[in-house]
Nanobody, 121 residues
Framework: QVQPVESGGGLVQAGGSLRLSCTAT????????MGWFRQAPGKEREFVGA????????MMADSVKGRFTISRDITNDTGYLDLNSLKPEDTGVYYC??????????????WGQGTQVTVSS
């Protein structure tokens, strides 16, 4: 089975940027859609964005539209989440997941361990 591995988290000031990466161990991401989620302290995990198996059909949560961008490099089997204009409320653990689209919704199947993003004010 595919095992996503996230990297790129860290501490950044408000207004700054980060690029998160998601690679795979075990199987490749081939054929899977890729999604990103985040979980803030004391809150439930929430959907951030997803991109289709071919790098198309991306969707983003309203809370991050215009600030975050999702993409994937099929050749290098890597997914990316670019975080721009970061706000303190973007703080949390960001998770990558391999899954599939069910209608207009991303269904996660395999989760990574997460990477911490902390935005200071």
């Amino acid at each position: 089975q595919v095992q996503p591995v996230e990297s790129g988290g860290g501490l950044v000031q408000a207004g700054g940027s980060l690029r998160l990466s998601c690679t795979a161990t075990g199987r490749t991401f081939s054929g899977y859609a890729m999604g990103w989620f985040r979980q803030a302290p004391g809150k439930e995990r929430e959907f951030v964005g997803a991109v289709g198996w071919n790098g198309k059909l991306s969707m983003m949560a309203d809370s991050v539209k215009g600030r975050f961008t999702i993409s994937r490099d099929i050749t290098n089997d890597t997914g990316y989440l670019d975080l721009n204009s970061l706000k303190p409320e973007d703080t949390g653990v960001y998770y990558c997941a391999a899954g599939y689209y069910s209608g207009a919704k991303f269904q996660p199947g395999y989760w990574g361990q997460g990477t911490q993003v902390t935005v200071s004010s």
